[in-house]
């Protein structure tokens, strides 16, 4: 059984950093598409960082330059450092691995991916 567990939310003030990690249970990293993603109240949840499958890395705009992915395969675990944090960062955070098909991106919304975390909040105050 598969089972991400993702950590590090927490409430910190603008300009602050955060490292969220999702660890993976049962699921052995591989080239698949694998990510982070986020959702702020009555928003719709929205691509962070993403791995996809040909190794490449891509980021939202919203935070390009502040946020980074990495993961450690021997860990089976997921990273998102994020730095100079704002408010609009605001918003519940959930790692998630495996696309259904051909993309990584959220085509589907959240039944793109096979396998999501159970989210950590991270709040950003002015």
């Known amino acids: 059984q598969v089972q991400l567990v993702e950590s590090g939310g927490d409430s910190v003030q603008a300009g602050g950093s955060l490292k969220l990690s999702c660890v993976f249970y049962g699921y052995e990293f591989s080239s698949d598409c694998m990510g982070w993603f986020r959702q702020a109240p009555g928003k719709e949840r929205e691509e962070v960082a993403l791995?996809?499958?040909?190794?490449?890395?891509t980021y939202a705009d919203s935070v390009k330059g502040r946020f980074t992915i990495s993961k450690d395969n021997a860990k089976n675990t997921l990273y998102l450092e994020m730095n100079n944090l704002k408010p609009e960062a605001t918003a519940m955070y959930y790692c998630?691995?495996?696309?259904?098909?051909?993309?990584?991106?959220?085509?589907?919304?959240?039944?793109?991916?096979?396998?999501w975390g159970q989210g950590t909040q991270v709040t950003v105050s002015s």
């Open positions: 998630a691995a495996s696309s259904r098909d051909w993309t990584c991106s959220l085509q589907r919304g959240t039944s793109q991916y096979y396998y």
């Open positions: 791995f996809h499958r040909d190794r490449s890395i």
